[in-house]
């Protein structure tokens, strides 16, 4: 059974930092990339951040390049985002997502999300 499960979600103060976690079983985890999306009251969900299946390239959304990092344990199967500086923009539901293969091939697998809140 495939499970992706997202943790370290928290309300936090603007300037604040957060480190999200999102343990993965049952399928081989070093053969998918991994990724970061956010879904914000009313807005689509978006990529925040994607990492390679070695970990060997990242890519950020424009609006956290600076701010947030990408990182994975391809032994402990899992996946972070380490996410500083934190703005109220940044307040949504982080989804974390595995994707092996391109397009109509590739197979998806989807997190339940966690809640990050920045707020004072």
């Known amino acids: 059974q495939v499970q992706l499960v997202e943790s370290g979600g928290d309300l936090v103060q603007p300037g604040g930092s957060l480190r999200l976690s999102c343990a993965a079983s049952?399928?081989?985890?070093?053969?998918?990339?991994m990724s970061w999306y956010r879904q914000a009251p009313g807005k689509e969900r978006e990529l925040v951040a994607v990492?390679?299946?070695?970990?060997?390239?990242?890519n950020y959304a424009d609006s956290v390049k600076g701010r947030f990092t990408i990182s994975r344990d391809n032994a402990q199967n899992t996946v972070y985002l380490q996410m500083n500086s934190l703005k109220p923009e940044d307040t949504a539901v982080y989804y974390c997502?595995?994707?092996?293969?391109?397009?109509?091939?590739?197979?998806?697998?989807w997190g339940q999300g966690t809640q990050v809140t920045v707020s004072s």
């Open positions: 997502n595995a994707r092996q293969g391109i397009g109509s091939f590739s197979t998806v697998y």
């Open positions: 990492i390679s299946s070695t970990g060997g390239s990242t």
């Open positions: 049952g399928f081989t985890f070093s053969r998918y990339a």
